[in-house]
């Protein structure tokens, strides 16, 4: 988690029933999500949280008898500050890392997996090969609060402009504020669609790192361990069944692999 972290924006708190008639009864889990990151987790207009992850979240909770209840923050910075002070339960995609290990807890079963890629303007010359020393040179825009892979995050000698959320980095780079970001392909250029720039970008092949994402209980939360160790083993059977296929599915995504492969 990043030190000093202080949360700008007020959240916006979305409550979502997946099951409506056990709602009454069924334990609430408070969800901590960031600033909308589609396909893996967003929040529709109407207030209908939506995504692959978020839906294998809800599967697994329903299937042992909780109710998600979501709370959206305007960055990750936000999320994990909820996650620290103990306000929110439980984050839906979350890869571990060691400052992220002193707040939550992580199941051992990735749920998915999440590449994260060097994207360009596109008419850029920037070439990667795979090493990160070819990209030296450049001004890389990266998220507060993110990991993107072992190596990367312990580069120095990577010139790293740091922003508060996805669309500031996508805005950052289109601008020429920086050479480069590193983000989510499918995330970014679906975003770029949307904004009505999808030709301005490129990917740069190959990914830079394939996350693992995995849920992440808050170390305040009681019963924190008991809890985390039923969603592992709930999301350990989860992946072997059809409903989790379909998930992937609906969602863009094939079983075991990653995004826009």
């Known amino acids: 988690m990043v030190k000093g972290i202080k949360q700008f924006v ?29 396909p893996f987790y967003a929040v529709e207009r109407d207030g209908t949280p939506t995504g692959a992850s978020y839906e294998i979240a809800a599967a697994v909770l329903e299937k042992l008898g909780y109710a998600p209840q979501v709370t959206q923050y305007s960055d990750m910075r936000g999320a994990l500050q909820s996650m620290a002070s103990g306000s929110q339960d439980l984050m839906v995609n979350l890869t571990p890392t060691p400052d992220r290990d002193k707040l939550a807890l992580f199941t051992s079963t990735p749920h998915i997996y999440e590449t994260q890629d060097f994207i360009a303007r596109a008419d850029s010359p920037i070439e990667y090969n795979g090493r990160l020393l070819s990209v030296a040179q450049f001004k890389i825009g990266v998220n507060y609060g993110w990991t993107y892979g072992p190596e990367f995050d312990a580069t120095h000698y990577l010139t790293k402009a740091p922003v508060l959320d996805s669309m ?16 989510n392909q499918q995330y970014f250029l679906s975003s770029a669609e949307k904004l009505g720039v999808s030709n301005a970008f490129k990917v740069l092949t190959p990914s830079v790192y394939v996350l693992p994402v995995n849920l ?46």
């Open 168 to 183: 500031a980095q996508l805005k950052g780079l289109l601008s020429g504020t920086f050479d480069l970001a590193i983000n």
């Open 10 to 38: 007020l959240p916006v708190v979305l409550s979502c029933w997946s099951f409506l008639a056990a709602a009454e009864t069924a334990p609430i889990i408070k969800i901590a999500m960031p600033e909308d990151f589609y």
């Open 216 to 261: 992440a209980v808050s170390r305040r939360m009681q019963g924190a361990e008991a809890f985390r160790d039923q969603l592992e083993r709930e999301v350990a059977e989860f992946i072997s069944t059809p409903e989790y296929l379909l998930i992937l599915s609906k969602y863009g995504f094939k079983p075991r692999a990653e995004t826009a492969q």
